[in-house]
């Protein structure tokens, strides 16, 4: 860090300077690609920082969140709290299953429909969230 003033430009609005950081923000590393030809630290090209998007990525970002908020989606389903809940629900019950299973060998003839189901529902989720989400 440089102690002292900081370099000053025309343009700013107080004083008739504009204020230019000699330190690097704290998010700096996250916008910092390298360039593709050379991976020497001089080669470090400055981008975008991550929090400011470009134009393509942002309207892609509002695309997806508009195909959210399409209700009249046969999947729209799996974005209701009702069925989180029954998948969070059918997640803990397969973890039973499967506790149960592996601590009492004999039982796993009494678990096997159980994990079919279990299965046949994560295969349903799976297809309505890429059927959904457009993945």
């Not at 209701?80 to 803990?92: E, H, K, T, Y």
Request: charged share 25%; proline share 8%; glycine share 8%.
């Amino acid at each position: 860090a440089m102690n002292g003033p900081r370099p000053c430009l025309p343009g700013d609005h107080r004083g008739g300077y504009l204020r230019l950081p000699t330190e690097p923000p704290p998010t700096a590393t996250s916008g910092i690609r390298r360039s593709s030809t050379s991976r020497h630290s001089k080669d470090v090209v400055a981008t975008e920082l991550a929090e400011e998007p470009r134009p393509k990525e942002r309207k892609q970002r509002e695309d997806r969140r508009a195909h959210l908020r399409d209700e009249t989606s046969v999947w729209c389903f799996v974005e209701r709290g009702w069925f989180q809940c029954l998948a969070a629900l059918c997640i803990v019950a397969n973890i039973g299953t499967t506790a149960l299973e592996v601590n009492e060998p004999w039982t796993s003839s009494m678990v096997f429909w159980p994990n079919q189901l279990f299965l046949c529902f994560y295969v349903v989720e799976l297809l309505g969230r890429v059927s959904y989400f457009g993945g």
